[in-house]
């Protein structure tokens, strides 16, 4: 019976491809978790896999703060060799953070392969540093190969929660009416500022008749400030799948996880990427849908900016002036997301896994 360790902490980000891995592996797997006290993952892992906890931290600091990082860093390192040796583990699985330095180096101590896998097309510190350490770096943007050298690394996608891969029902709070659909996802970070820049451009197209739906995350203080019928705010809805497969375009930040989801949706966005990500790596997301004509880049913008609103007029504009069909700019980014998309990113990465073996 193979024994995976599975490494992954903190955000969604993180912990949604793992899980996604964690569900499709062959039952005869034995699955531990390692991750760390008072993060996400001890609310999302224990009711279905043993979870282990270990204090792990980042390498961000400079003079003594690093320094004092690094002796952290090799602590939790050595606790998680115990950890590997004391549950015979065959295998590691880790998706990046905090958690996969003491866990890829740990592994490397212990003689046993890993697969990490990188979702961003800029690879995060990890991935740059210890990615030649692992027998493969998964990646799920092509355009993060060029920038691992050193490292076998395989396309696979990024993995989504498989409620994404079949078809859901729009939720009956929406608004009704013929009006398409508006989603805007603002994201657990910084999520007041893109929420800013689209109050800013909503009053014109609830007025023509577009249907949104805005979820502004939980830390906005304008939230109710803007009332109309056709307009539904709320922080967080548990019924994403379905707002974004019925949704004719969604306004979002770049998270790579984000992007995967709207891609096997095959549902065309403008894209914002959050300003103060790590090496702009946001950005660099974008850039790949927007290559390939899924998703347009609008830069968070003050107010008196006209970018965004002359996006949304130029790719919601034909439906709202009930323009012939075959004009409208949306049905060309969803042939883009289709390109995008990879709906089976868990089963490639399960076949690497088995590999190992």
Request: charged share 15%; net charge positive.
């Amino acid at each position: 019976m193979p024994r995976l360790l599975i490494a992954a902490s903190g955000t969604g980000g993180h912990l949604f491809p793992a899980l996604a891995v964690a569900e499709a592996l062959p039952s005869a797997w034995n699955v531990r978790w390692l991750g760390v006290p008072d993060r996400l993952e001890t609310q999302l892992v224990p009711e279905r896999y043993g979870l282990i906890t270990v204090q792990a931290g980042g390498l961000q600091g400079r003079g003594l703060r690093k320094l004092v990082q690094l002796i952290q860093l090799i602590a939790a390192s050595g606790r998680v060799r115990k950890v590997l040796r004391k549950q015979k583990i065959h295998a590691v699985f880790t998706t990046g953070g905090y958690i996969a330095a003491p866990a890829i180096l740990a592994a490397c101590w212990c003689g046993i392969p890993v697969v990490l896998h990188e979702s961003n097309a800029i690879p995060g510190r990890v991935t740059r540093l210890l990615g030649r350490f692992c027998q493969v770096v998964a990646i799920g943007l092509p355009a993060a190969a060029e920038r691992i050298p050193g490292c076998k690394a395989v396309v696979t996608g990024t993995p989504v929660r498989s409620v994404f891969l079949s078809p859901q029902p729009l939720p009956k709070w929406v608004p009704d009416g013929v009006g398409p659909l508006l989603v805007v996802i603002g994201g657990s970070q910084g999520a007041v500022g893109l929420n800013r820049m689209v109050r800013g451009v909503l009053p014109n197209l609830l007025e023509a008749g577009a249907r949104v739906v805005h979820l502004t995350g939980n830390n906005d203080p304008e939230t109710g400030q803007l009332q109309h019928p056709n307009l539904i705010e709320k922080a967080f809805s548990d019924e994403i799948p379905g707002l974004i497969q019925h949704a004719e375009l969604v306004i979002s930040r770049a998270g790579a996880g984000s992007i995967s989801e709207l891609a096997v949706c095959n549902t065309p966005a403008i894209l914002v990427p959050f300003p103060q990500a790590a090496d702009h790596h946001q950005d660099a997301n974008a850039a790949c849908a927007a290559e390939l004509g899924a998703a347009v880049i609008i830069h968070q913008h003050d107010l008196e900016h006209r970018a965004l609103g002359d996006a949304l007029d130029r790719l919601l504009g034909p439906r709202l002036r009930s323009e012939d069909h075959a004009s409208n700019p949306l049905m060309a980014m969803k042939q883009g997301m289709r390109k995008l998309a990879v709906c089976d990113a868990e089963q490639r990465l399960v076949t690497l896994l088995k590999q190992l073996n």
